[in-house]
Each structure stands twice: as C-alpha cells, then as structure tokens.
C-alpha cells in the first residue's frame, strides 16, 4: 500500500513517505494555496510515531525550497495547528497516522481557509506526480525548536470561553498513553477547574482506535474510576481529533453520543453527521436540519459550507467535533473551527452534565435508546473488500450464506460502503477503511447488549472471509 490519499489526507506505510514524496505533495499543495492567500508562511506539526520527525523534517525542507517560509509548531494536536493557521489565512502541514498502526503514517493538509477536501485531492495529486517524475528534490531539515504559542493559543481557546470554574468539582482522569495532545489536555482541564488525575504515560506509539477501543484500555480505566471515585476518564487518539470518554460506570460514551449533547448544549441548530452515526440524532427532535453525509470529515466540512440554519454543526462516529460557526458562550466565545476537535466534545458534556447535576450515563441515557458500535477486520485485501461488498449488496443468497439476520434489509444505501437498514430498526454497515487495509462494521440497534452480540459474530464470520 504506497502512500495515497485515503478518508483524511495522505496515508501509507511510513517507509513510503521519502524526500521525494514529501517534498513532491508539499510544493503540489503549496502552488494550490498559493491561489487562496497572499499570506507565505506554512505551519508544519507532527505527532508522537518514531516516523514522524524524519517525514516532519523533509515537509519542513520542501516548504522552504518551495519559497514559503515553514513554521515548526511541534507536537501539537491536529486541532492545534489548524485552528492556528486558519487564524492567519495560512496552510497547515499535520504528520500523522492517527489511529493507524505506528508502521504507518500520513499527512494531513489544510488549506488557509480550512479542511483540505475531496476535490483538492486530484489536482494535487496529478501535480505531485509531475513532480515526482522531473527528479531531484531538496535534502531534509531538523525541525529545531517548535513555536510555542500555537500550543499556548489551543489551551486559550477552552479556557477562555468556558472559564476557570467550569468544571470545578469533577475528578478527571486522563489517559495520556502515547496522545500528541496529553500534556496539553492535563493543562486544559486543570484550566478549568477539574481535579486531574493523569495516567499510562508511555513512550512508545500506541494506536488508539475511539471506534474500536481496546477492552484492555477500558479495564484500565474503570480501575482507576473506582479506586479514584473519578467522574470520567477521558483521552483522544494520537492526533488529538478524535475523543475517547469513559463514564462513571466504566462504559465508553460513543462519538456520535458525544457530539449530540455537545451540539445540543451550544444551541447548533443544524448537524452535519456521516452515515455511521445513530439514527438517535433525528429521533432526537433536537434539530431543525440533520444532513448525512459519507463518512469522512472532508464530506462533513463540505456539507457544513451549504447548511442555512445557523449555528452549524458537524460529528462524527469517532468523535471529532467541527464547529462551522462562531458560539458566544457566557464566559467568552468560541471561534469556529471546522476541523475535527477533541476537546470541545469532552468539554461541552462534562460541563452539561454538571449545569443539570447529572452523572455523564445519566446525560447520555436522555438521548432516544440507539446504540452503536463499530470494530474492524485488519489486513482486509482491497481487491477482496471490494468484491465482497459487491456481493452484499446484490445477492440475497450470499447475505444468507454469510448471516441470515441481514438477508431482507427494508432499506440499503451505497452513499458509502453498504449500509442496510431492517424492519425493526437495526442497521448493519459495512465500509472499506479510506485510511488503512481493513474492512469496518457499524452496528445499531435498540440496546447495547444486542448491538455487542451482534457486532461479535459479525467480526468473526467477517475474519472467515478475509
């Protein structure tokens, strides 16, 4: 699998990232921001994977032997670095592989007006490859020391608009493990007045899925819940985009949830949401408009840009947040930005759950009963993949063959992968990762245990097959 654009920016096996191709992409996007600013300066931040100084150094190079002057920002959350060159009408450079295994890695572009979206994605492409074919390319950088206010401007960004009090009396623990973002979430929280109680702080890369935790990182954390009395745990993936929260019960709050009582609670009145989210968010009545979109932020973003009724919204499955418009809150505002964020979505629920003097389970339990949860099949062949959801959505026979519950879906939709909807409600989705040689399933249905069951031995007759 060599380097390509997949759901969110350029990803590949970390080996595949070469001077040739980092610096290739790079000057490609740069000529097309160049169209979009007058502004010349580019922001380059990188996460934690053993790869990501060697692939932050060539982008650092291909930027300067571009004419732009690079800007090092250092290990800062995705968020971070967008919302900071956003602010500056600049581009941003992000390396990361985010929930993806350490052996891979990825860039994540964004333009001086936002998300780098599905139509960037061609012409840079075809530009890179031009450039790849002419030869000779710059040598690498060392980064050298990183420009701390981009940092400095993300802790700002909660604590002014929530206040230093806004989560006084919580107890919080946070699992920092290999997060771009972990010292700056233990600031933040601090900042607002939680107890924090920081955790698993490791060296080495560890790749978090939000989508398909692991059940020993849940074990970990609903120790520490009880032994500390702690109200939540929460995390975000390596990147910092997408949140990770366990409840005081030890039960994981999915995204979707997530995003619902945090567009709720900043008044949003219209949600951008992909297909992998639960129906809850329209049975839910909170909204004037819900528009689904494929699953991808670049899909969310752009669906953003067209919403009429205002404030605008966007989430997704994993969690991340995209805010399209700015939100006055009674501490300060908030400046919108449309780009998938952690912290809003942990923030917004915990202070909510505080105004109404509710337990986060007792928050999410106000939401209509849908339960979703996805996990995936690693090293699924894309060649098998593809034939495998032709087959899924064309014949009754091979949906029998592989599980009689999801022969006679009353609804399907190929938007994105094959989603199948049935007469009581239950949806089954499955999806081809952008990102990385895995087949995903979503499942909903009406109760978590039934969603768990179900989702199990779909995994297991999916690994058969792949």
Not at 64 to 84: E, F, Q
């Amino acid at each position: 699998m060599a380097a390509a654009f997949g759901t969110s920016g350029l990803r590949g096996p970390a080996v595949d990232f070469t001077q040739t191709v980092c610096a290739a992409y790079i000057t490609a996007f740069l000529e097309r921001s160049a169209n979009q600013t007058t502004e010349r300066t580019a922001y380059v931040a990188a996460d934690l994977r053993d790869s990501s100084p060697r692939i932050a150094g060539q982008c650092l190079a291909a930027v300067k032997a571009a004419g732009w002057t690079p800007v090092w920002a250092g290990n800062v959350p995705t968020p971070a670095v967008a919302a900071y060159a956003m602010a500056r009408s600049a581009p941003a450079i992000m390396i990361t592989g985010s929930h993806i295994p350490e052996s891979y890695n990825g860039i994540k572009f964004y333009r001086p007006d936002g998300e780098f979206l599905k139509e960037d994605e061609a012409p840079v492409r075809t530009r890179a490859e031009a450039i790849m074919a002419d030869g000779p390319t710059v040598a690498a950088s060392e980064p050298g020391a990183p420009l701390a206010d981009v940092a400095q401007d993300y802790v700002a960004r909660y604590v002014s608009a929530f206040g230093s009090s806004a989560l006084s009396g919580l107890k919080i623990g946070i699992d920092l493990h290999s997060a771009v973002g972990r010292d700056l979430l233990v600031e933040i929280f601090e900042g607002l007045g939680a107890d924090v109680h920081p955790f698993r702080r490791v060296e080495r890369f560890v790749a978090v899925d939000t989508e398909a935790l692991d059940q020993n990182d849940v074990a970990r954390a609903r120790a520490l819940i009880a032994e500390h009395g702690l109200d939540a745990v929460i995390s975000t993936d390596g990147d910092g985009d997408r949140p990770l929260v366990i409840d005081e019960l030890g039960r994981q709050i999915n995204g979707d949830v997530l995003g619902m009582l945090t567009a709720r609670a900043i008044g949003a009145k219209t949600v951008v949401t992909p297909l992998s989210s639960t129906s809850a968010v329209e049975q839910s009545g909170w909204f004037e408009t819900v528009e689904r979109t494929r699953i991808g932020s670049p899909y969310v973003v752009a669906a953003m840009t067209t919403a009429s009724s205002h404030p605008v919204v966007g989430f997704e499955a994993n969690g991340g947040f995209l805010l399209q418009d700015d939100i006055a809150l009674a501490n300060g505002p908030l400046k919108r930005l449309p780009t998938r964020d952690a912290v809003l979505p942990v923030v917004a629920c915990l202070m909510l759950a505080k105004e109404r003097g509710l337990s986060l389970s007792a928050l999410a339990a106000t939401l209509p009963p849908r339960f979703m949860k996805a996990d995936r099949v690693k090293d699924a062949a894309a060649d098998k993949a593809r034939a495998f959801l032709e087959q899924v959505e064309t014949s009754a026979d091979f949906r029998a063959g592989f599980d009689p519950r999801i022969v006679t879906p009353v609804e399907t939709s190929t938007l994105d992968g094959v989603r199948m909807v049935f007469g009581n409600g239950d949806t089954v989705h499955f999806r081809q990762s952008g990102n990385a040689p895995e087949m995903r399933i979503y499942v909903e249905t009406s109760a978590m245990a039934t969603t768990e069951a179900l989702l199990g031995e779909l995994i297991e007759k999916l690994k058969i097959r792949f």
